[in-house]
């Protein structure tokens, strides 16, 4: 099985920017959809992109298009997640997972990582 970490989360100023890194060890990534979801208290999980291998087909939740930007480099066993121009309303954990089929439904991920907190101040 795939066990994946998260990194690059902390405190930023709204309007700034984030690199998420999602770190697979154990097996290589590139037989998974790649997706990127995020939980805000008292929220449930959400969906944010999502990536084929090897990486031509991406789709996001339609609040960060044109803000995120999801890749993948499968030399480092590594997912992405590059996000600019960030809100109040971008804090939560954001957490990554693998899928077998192209889905925005969390039901359909696995291995999860245990996620970076990103939090965005005013």
């Known amino acids: 099985q795939v066990q994946l970490v998260e990194s690059g989360g902390g405190l930023v100023q709204a309007g700034g920017s984030l690199r998420l890194a999602c770190v697979g060890s154990?097996?290589?990534?590139?037989?998974?959809?790649m997706g990127w979801f995020r939980q805000a208290p008292g929220k449930e999980r959400e969906f944010v992109a999502i990536?084929?291998?090897?990486?031509?087909?991406?789709y996001y939740q339609e609040s960060v298009k044109g803000r995120f930007t999801i890749s993948r480099d499968n030399a480092k066993n590594t997912v992405y997640l590059q996000m600019n121009s960030l809100t109040l309303e971008d804090t939560a954990l954001y957490s990554c997972?693998?899928?077998?089929?192209?889905?925005?439904?969390?039901?359909?991920?696995?291995?999860w990582g245990q996620g970076t907190q990103v939090t965005v101040s005013s």
């Open positions: 997972a693998t899928a077998r089929i192209w889905s925005t439904l969390p039901q359909r991920y696995f291995n």
């Open positions: 154990g097996s290589t990534l590139s037989p998974y959809y």
């Open positions: 990536i084929d291998w090897p990486g031509a087909n991406t």
